[in-house]
């Protein structure tokens, strides 16, 4: 069983600890809850202690035998700060030691992951910053805090991931263990889900894509260290925690904003499911069936096609990011999906190309993938069927050794 240290800071948003402790718990996994002292005036010990089915300290002193301040960090499988203030982010920083949970992350040589919570004026102070920076050089994951209402009537960059997403990066953390954050320090764009062109007002030419791999993708990324920015083409899920998340709706929509976000990136992996085509002309109001039994002619025209233009992007500027693409296929009478997947590879000129069987049914609006992963050097990797954030880190495994 693993065994997890749930620090929780002083902020307001620690009830929502409760939840991600919950789920920590529901999952299998064994926790110990360190509040500060601070903390428990939000969310009192009992709570925790009910919740998690173990004692609850804030200080060195309780079960001093039992020497807490060194076993805890020393048995841990993984320590998680949240909501982590910008008093707990500073004494971090420091190295200082002067209650429960900063001895137990001093004595970690586990993962770390902090979820921070505060005012934005806070969050953007130069001095948080540092802090934030200087826990990242460490190997410590410092996810970005989502955006939204804050404390009072206020609204901005602060608020603590919703606890079901600071769940799964945990998990992400979990299962890679101790390898070290690879992606630390790099600027990653992915896309996910599928762009709607529309023909009317309520009538539109879309796809199935859920934009879940593209999701696993820019979670499993901000668990290794990197800041990314999802542009979600029309997804329902909620936003993954420490990733900035940029919504479009057509395919013109989603170049621009893939184009713009890649500009300074290290790496872009095109995970949405883009239309290929659009109506040749849109109509203001609903287009109504008549008496006869006739229907209307949709003429279409083509999309731009962003994969290709990333690529020659890239060329005409000399250098630029890793470039990942994927393709949804079937087979047909021209090819296998392999050899189909190898084509397009080669007309498309991407890094790597991830290749999907989608015939009956399979990955789209699915928890599960499985894919084989082309490369520009004639190598390929194989990811049998299980969870999209598996294919995810193999993907981001792929990636890690091209990045300049």
């Known amino acids: 069983m693993t ?17 991600l402790l919950r789920r920590l718990k529901e999952s299998g996994h064994a926790v110990t809850v360190v509040p500060t002292e601070s903390a428990l005036e939000f969310v009192g010990a009992p709570t925790w202690a009910a919740l998690s089915g173990r004692p609850v300290a804030s200080d060195v002193w309780t079960s001093v035998h039992e020497v807490p301040h060194v076993a805890l960090g020393r048995r841990a499988d993984l320590v998680v700060v949240a909501p982590a203030t910008a008093d707990v982010l500073a004494r971090a920083a420091h190295g200082l030691a002067n209650d429960l949970l900063t001895n137990t992350l001093l004595t970690a040589r586990c993962p770390i992951l902090f979820a921070p919570a505060m005012h934005t004026e806070m969050w953007e102070h130069p001095a948080t910053r540092a802090n934030v920076a200087t826990l990242r050089s460490r190997g410590v994951v410092v ?55 529309y023909l009317d007002p309520v009538r539109f030419i879309g796809n199935r894509s859920s934009g879940r791999q593209g999701y696993a993708l820019a979670r499993t990324a901000a668990a290794r260290g990197a800041k990314v920015t999802l542009i979600a083409a029309n997804t329902a899920l909620p936003d993954p925690a420490g990733v900035d998340v940029v919504r479009v709706v057509s395919t013109r929509d989603l170049q621009e904003a893939v184009f713009e976000a890649s500009a300074d990136a290290d790496a872009v992996v095109m995970a949405a499911a883009p239309a290929d085509f659009r109506p040749a002309s849109y109509v203001d109001n609903k287009i109504k069936k008549t008496d006869d039994t006739s229907a209307p002619t949709v003429s279409l025209v083509q999309n731009p096609d962003i994969l290709a233009g990333l690529v020659r992007r890239r060329s005409e500027a000399g250098g630029g990011p890793v470039i990942v693409g994927f393709a949804a296929e079937t087979g047909d009478h021209t090819g296998s999906v392999l050899e189909l997947g190898r084509a397009k590879l080669a007309r498309k000129g991407c890094d790597l190309l991830v290749v999907n069987d989608v015939s009956d049914g399979k990955a789209f609006e699915s928890t599960e993938n499985a894919a084989v992963v082309l490369a520009d050097d004639g190598t390929s990797t194989e990811v049998p069927h299980g969870p999209k954030e598996v294919l995810a880190d193999t993907i981001w495994d792929l990636v890690a050794p091209r990045l300049r």
């Open 3 to 19: 065994e997890v240290v749930l620090g929780v800071a002083g902020g307001i948003a620690a009830y929502k600890a409760c939840e």
């Open 143 to 197: 996810l970005e805090p989502a955006v939204g209402r804050l404390t009072g009537a206020d609204t901005g960059k602060g608020r603590l991931p919703e606890p079901a997403e600071i769940f799964e990066a945990a998990v992400a953390l979990l299962r890679r263990g101790a390898a070290a954050p690879d992606l630390a320090g790099r600027r990653l764009v992915v896309s996910a889900g599928g762009t709607r062109e």
